[in-house]
């Protein structure tokens, strides 16, 4: 069985836009995302004293 084309299937010199022209903005929202949660557990880290820290680490076990 034979389908019609439709008009938007047809050959044009001009080159489609498509919706990869707005990834770079998702790209710098995920940046800008992964800065905000590093800052946050940089932050974290530094209430910490060293006495605290090691004892953080000796109950979940990461400590030798």
């Known amino acids: 069985m034979i389908h019609p084309a439709s008009i938007s299937a047809s050959l044009t010199t001009q080159p489609v836009q498509s919706a990869p022209a707005q990834r770079p903005i998702a790209l710098w929202v995920l940046a800008a995302c992964f800065l905000v ?10 209430s910490l004293s060293p006495a605290q820290r090691i004892a953080v680490f000796m109950q979940t076990g990461m400590f030798p």
């Open 37 to 46: 949660i590093a800052v946050a557990v940089l932050v974290a880290e530094a």
